[in-house]
């Protein structure tokens, strides 16, 4: 646990050095949101995955309905309705549901793992993970209800449900995917244009990846310096505190920089493989449920760091998924380490 500790915080610290040099204004709340996160690391260490597990349908419905409750009392930005305004802090359902997601399908895939060759208890998970997908992507959200989609098909594809159920789920994704493109908004669809093509439109759809691209390049080995990132401080920069906080640290701090944060994160997924690693054998239910947990927030986690590393380097197309640690927020950070702290 310490080295999963030591990690953290040298990314964050790299996190609040970004903002000082980019927006001072949001400085102090992301150090609360750290602390408010180690606090909670803790906290649910204390309590243990047993609790969360032997609750694990409770917090599944609770959330249902607390993503349900943002359609009526959450408050609109950017165009989406994600966020329930609390007094101090945006409270976002969909992030800190994640956790619980993965904690729900571990105890699914465990419980059912004699039985789990039955059609109907695949027909049931795939239900329970359509729900709040669906959920999530009419906020709108899409790049969270991939992520959601992208946990779900890993612990899927490790569980012992028969491959060729999911044969049939990949074959009806490919043969619907081309509708999928009518579904999509206006603004969903400029962006996978803009990635395929970033100069068609470098003032309107293919902005944001552009200047990433600009921002990354002009930090150069060593960077600019603290402050002095010109395209992230001066708002050349779109989201510099958020979907490309990334792109303004490596401005900053160089190459060396964005390395080191990508070294510390390396050290996270190696932790969290050798828990994998560990479990992967076991027969006991305990044991078989902890590598179902460890194996799903391993999906989060790497899924999170390699879209959002690389949309910022215009290798992926612009998707608002949180760098961990890093980008500015609340919800991403404190259930990030929460998720840290039930690592079994």
Known sequence: MLSLLLSTFFINLFGIFNLFGINKNLL?????????????????????????????????????????????????????????????????????????????????????????????????????????????????????AITYVFIYVVMLIFSKIPKRYIFYLAAAVLAIMPFGWFILKDYQRLRLLSFFNPHLDQAGTGYNITQAVIT????????????????????????????????????????????????????????????LIRYYSSSNEEGIFNYFFSLGFFAYFIFQVIVNVGMNLGMLPVAGVALPLISYGGSSLVSFMMGLGLLP
């Open 28 to 144: 102090t709340a992301q150090i609360i949101y750290y602390a408010i996160g180690l606090i909670a690391f803790f906290l649910v260490a204390k309590i243990g995955l047993t609790f969360f597990r032997s609750n694990a349908k409770f917090f599944y419905w609770l959330f249902i309905g607390l993503m349900i409750l943002t359609y009526v009392i959450g408050f609109e930005a950017n165009g989406s309705k994600r966020w329930i305004g609390l007094y101090f802090f945006n409270f976002q359902p969909s992030e800190f549901f994640k956790i619980f997601f993965i904690i729900f399908f571990a105890d699914f895939f465990t419980r059912h793992r004699k039985d789990i060759d039955e059609i109907y208890f695949y027909l049931a998970s795939f239900v329970y993970f359509l729900i709040p997908v669906l959920i999530i992507f009419k906020q709108p959200d899409l790049a969270n």
């Open 216 to 275: 990354v390049g002009s930090g150069k080995f060593l960077g600019r310096g603290l402050g002095s990132g010109t395209q992230s401080r001066l708002f050349f920069l779109p989201e510099n505190h958020t979907d490309f906080a990334f792109s303004s640290l490596v401005e900053q701090f160089g190459f060396l920089g964005g390395f080191i944060v990508l070294f510390f994160y390396f050290i996270i997924g190696q932790n969290i493989i050798k828990r």
